[in-house]
């Protein structure tokens, strides 16, 4: 039997598909990132659980992994679920995947919502091509770093972050990828008081700022294909940032060089520039 990665409803459970219900009705074992939500979940489906329930979350994956991969050369059907959403998408799920594709186990998925496809649909970003970052780095100096690996990104991006660290968030994009930067919030989704909020990154941090409770997604326009709309300020504001994130002068000079497609000589006659007397640097 195969294992079954379910995908959960993101907010309401009338979004559970059929085959969700009769997954959970029929496994044999069911690992749940929480069983508390899963019983929740099941009372509202009117799924009566007949297998075995265990708990499989962040801190006893590595613990409860080979246990289920026992279930599954015994023959057992294995069911995953995960609190919303589809497993192994920054919920628990990729190490037992890993591990079921390593003996030839067999894996198969019951679709279901996703917050990703969700908030890019919604959007109204370009929706042709995508990527998808998981949770920007908490500390100032790695997510500042991790932007400006983007800064050069020409896809849509989809990102999540935790609501009590969004206005940081949104107030380092808007200083690594510029304040008019397009993007998307998109807040408790499919839930009663669900709310998109588009703007530039600017405009969402003053939104930001005075707080924000719920889950939340964000989607980030992609950067300007055309190298020729960078002003020397950017230029100097994004090796600022390379700098910043423990690059020498040099390797700052030369990673902005290959990421806009500009000439070395060009970047290095923005940074000269912005010291001439008269001048504040960046803006």
Request: hydrophobic share 45%; charged share 25%; net charge negative.
């Amino acid at each position: 039997m195969p294992l079954v990665l379910a995908g959960a409803p993101i907010g309401q459970s009338e979004d559970a598909s059929p085959r969700l219900v009769a997954a959970l009705a029929s496994a044999e074992v069911v690992a749940a990132e929480d069983t508390r939500r899963l019983h929740r979940l099941c009372a509202d489906l009117g799924v009566e659980l007949s297998g075995r329930v265990v708990s499989y979350f962040e801190g006893n994956e590595a613990q409860r992994t080979p246990q289920l991969l026992d279930a599954l050369r015994a023959g057992q059907r294995v069911v995953l679920v995960t609190d919303a959403g589809m497993p192994t998408v920054s919920d628990p799920g990729y190490r037992l995947v890993v591990a079921a594709a390593a003996e030839d186990l067999p894996v198969t998925c019951v679709p279901g919502p996703s917050a990703v496809t969700t908030a890019l649909a919604v959007s109204g970003l370009p929706t042709d091509r995508f990527c998808f970052e998981g949770f920007l780095p908490r500390k100032p100096g790695e997510r500042k770093a991790r932007l400006a690996a983007l800064q050069a990104e020409t896809r849509t991006c989809v990102l999540f972050e935790a609501p009590h660290r969004l206005a940081d968030a949104l107030a380092d994009m808007a200083s690594v990828l510029g304040g008019s930067r397009r993007a998307v919030v998109c807040r408790e989704l499919t839930k009663t008081y669900e709310e998109i909020v588009r703007g530039t990154l600017d405009d969402l941090l003053a939104w930001a700022q005075p707080g924000v409770r719920g889950e939340v997604t964000l989607v980030l326009a992609g950067a300007d294909e055309r190298t020729e709309d960078l002003t020397p300020d950017d230029l100097v504001r994004q090796v600022a940032v390379r700098e910043a994130a423990g690059l020498t002068r040099k390797e700052a000079l030369a990673a902005v060089a290959s990421e806009t497609g500009l000439p070395k000589r060009d970047v290095y006659d923005a940074m000269v520039s912005a010291k001439q007397p008269g001048r504040s640097g960046t803006s």
